[in-house]
């Protein structure tokens, strides 16, 4: 079984600042790693995923996120908060392709 | 979107109705889900096809069908609308590692 867990719902952050979205999960095997984005109205896009190669991932828009297994955390970083990257942010995990599990979302807001 | 199209984008219907979504994708990737996604709840699998004829059932696929005729089209049925399922419908196309899944734009639906 698997599970996300996106430890808050609401980030807010002002512009310039760095940004941290915490993602910690559940799964019975080797997992999978994702964040996705998605903008108002719009569908969602990938921003990075870990598949077990580095552990340090590096996606779009300057994100980034580390795969610590000890801590079974994937959280998502940016060293600089652009207006631009207000959006929900969801973590999700899979094993061996299948059966996406999707973290309920963490809403980011950028204060100008 | 990674080539691909759900139609309709919103539909406003009544209970009881029959309705019909489309995803439609040009990618030719084997793997297709269907997902709904409510506010607190990120996104959930109603249902998932891995190929042409072959589906199967996610974690919310009661009151859903499925159909899977062609690799580009994947319907998704909702066999008598009710309140309940008013939420906005993902499609989601994979490859045939699975290891990523890429959005459709989504379709929002009412059921008044």
């Known amino acids: 079984a698997q599970s996300v867990t996106q430890l808050d719902s609401h980030v807010s952050v002002s512009e310039g600042t760095p940004v941290l979205l915490r993602c910690n999960y559940s799964?019975?095997?080797?997992?999978?790693l994702f964040w996705y984005v998605q903008h108002p109205n719009k569908g969602l896009q990938l921003l990075l995923k870990y598949t077990s190669a580095a552990t340090l991932v590096k996606g779009i828009n300057g994100f980034e996120a580390e795969f610590k297994k000890s801590e079974t955390s994937f959280h998502l970083t940016k060293p600089s908060a652009h207006m631009s990257d207000a959006a929900e942010y969801f973590c999700?995990?899979?094993?061996?392709?299948?059966?996406?599990?999707f973290g309920p979302g963490t809403r980011l807001s950028v204060l100008p | 979107d990674a080539g691909i199209t759900q139609s309709p984008r919103h539909k406003v219907t009544e209970t009881g109705t029959p309705v019909t979504l489309r995803c439609h994708q040009t990618?030719?990737?084997?793997?297709m889900y269907w997902y709904r996604q409510d506010p607190g709840h990120g996104l959930r699998l109603i249902h998932y096809s891995y190929g042409v004829k072959d589906t199967d059932k996610g974690e919310v696929s009661d009151g859903y069908s499925v159909s899977r005729s062609k690799t580009e089209d994947f319907l998704l049925t909702l066999e008598s609308a009710t309140s309940s399922q008013t939420s906005v419908y993902f499609c989601a196309i994979g490859s045939v590692s699975a290891d990523t899944q890429y959005f459709g734009p989504g379709t929002r639906l009412t059921v008044l």
């Open positions: 999700v995990v899979s094993a061996h392709g299948q059966n996406f599990v």
């Open positions: 990618e030719n990737h084997r793997y």
């Open positions: 799964s019975s095997y080797s997992p999978s």
